[in-house]
């Protein structure tokens, strides 16, 4: 298939595109590189030994979609070009909006005027919200959500289901990722935030490789085992693998479908810190300071729904996880910019 990644030069899009390449998929790439680097597409082809087609593009922009739509034959839609740092949503709520939502409209004009039928995209497990029981499970009720990060992904869910549910020949899949982290192997791609990472990964990485002074804990009064919060941490790379199945999966069926991409194992920021320094043999400075305001105390997925349907199951552990952040880290201090 050959499969538009909207967003596909950032931490996801990017290992998506190595994996799908892998797997005998072609890549188109349409990034602003508002929040990525070009350099991580060139990375992905000297792995792949594949060529990518990459557009610096605004997905916003109809008139530029249009014509990356016209001169690709695309046969799938993965939509990662959101906005996501929780606190500057909580500071630029119409800036998010705009963007998330926008960019998700102007995918769906395109899609209709060229006919392309399958979209898949990046939401999240925020949209569970506080209210439902863990583990989630994709029947659940969506929550409220605490930001407007989070509600852009609400929102956008509702509106590609009216789309979807408008057209019988649409096909969307809704992959609600848990927390990605690590990166890939080879230690080439990685994840690269822009200025203090607000991420717990990216944050101990760069306190590892000496950009940082220490971790802050937020909050270990929690009513969890350690007091600190509990999330599922996933692999980039199996979470890059889950849109592989994705996309094979979708042709085939009609209407919306939705998947948890979590391991369904949750781990306190506290074993984080404990798994970082063991799998790579050094020491993390951190204290503890106060609760970080909209975090729950804990949730992760049922990831029994892809497993059985997909066929897509989380293998890598937290080691793996924890040996490959450090791998790119400590290889790129400067991301892509070195
Ligand atoms: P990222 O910032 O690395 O990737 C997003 C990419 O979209 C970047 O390359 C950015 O330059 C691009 N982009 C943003 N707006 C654009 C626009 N208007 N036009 C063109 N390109 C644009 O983030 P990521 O971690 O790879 O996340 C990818 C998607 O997954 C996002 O939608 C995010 O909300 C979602 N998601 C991420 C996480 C996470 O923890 N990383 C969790 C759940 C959901
Ligand atoms: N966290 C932390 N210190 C940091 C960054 C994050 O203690 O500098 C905690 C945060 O409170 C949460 C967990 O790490 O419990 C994961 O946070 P992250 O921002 O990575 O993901 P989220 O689950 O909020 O999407």
């Not at 959101?82 to 909580?90: I, T």
């Not at 009720?141 to 930001?147: E, I, L």
């Not at 096909?171 to 192997?185: Q, T």
């Not at 897509?312 to 880290?329: I, V």
Request: aromatic share 10%; charged share 25%.
């Amino acid at each position: 298939m050959k499969i538009l990644l909207a967003g596909g030069a950032g931490y996801i899009g990017s290992h998506t595109a190595l994996a799908l390449l892998n797997s005998g998929h072609d890549v188109v790439i349409a990034d602003n590189y508002y929040n990525a680097s070009p350099e991580a597409v060139r990375r992905v082809e000297k792995l792949t030994g594949k060529p990518v087609t990459l557009y610096e593009a605004d997905v916003q922009d109809r008139d530029a979609m249009m014509k990356i739509f016209k001169e690709n034959d695309i046969d799938c839609v993965i939509h990662f070009a959101g906005l996501k740092a929780v606190g500057e949503s909580v500071k630029k709520p119409l800036f998010y909006y705009r963007n998330n939502i926008d960019t998700t409209l102007t995918l769906l004009e395109c899609m209709e005027a060229t006919g392309v039928k399958n979209f898949v995209f990046s939401s999240s497990a925020t949209v569970y919200g506080a209210e439902n029981a863990i583990p989630y499970v994709e029947t659940m009720h969506r929550g409220s959500c605490s930001n407007p990060y989070g509600w852009t992904k609400y929102m956008m869910e509702q509106i590609l289901t009216d789309a979807v549910a408008a057209d019988p020949d649409m096909n969307l899949v809704l992959l609600r990722y848990f927390n990605p982290i690590g990166a890939h192997e080879s230690g080439m791609i990685g994840e690269d935030p822009k200025g203090i990472p607000n991420n717990l990964m990216p944050y101990i990485s760069q306190v590892a490789v000496g950009k940082l002074d220490h971790l802050t804990i937020f909050g270990n009064d929690y009513d969890t085992p350690d007091g600190t919060c509990r999330r599922d941490y996933i692999h980039v790379m199996d979470l890059a693998e889950g849109h592989v199945k994705a996309v094979e999966y979708i042709a085939d069926h009609p209407g919306t479908n939705i998947f948890n991409l979590g391991t369904g194992t949750p781990y306190s920021v506290l074993e984080i810190v404990k798994a970082f320094e063991k799998a790579n043999d050094l020491k993390i400075k951190y204290e503890f300071g106060p609760r970080r305001a909209g975090d729950l105390p804990e949730f992760w997925a049922n990831a029994d729904k892809a497993k059985k349907v997909l066929g897509w199951t989380a293998t890598r552990t937290l080691e793996d996880m924890c040996r490959d952040s450090w791998n790119w880290q400590k290889q790129n201090p400067n991301g892509y910019r070195d």
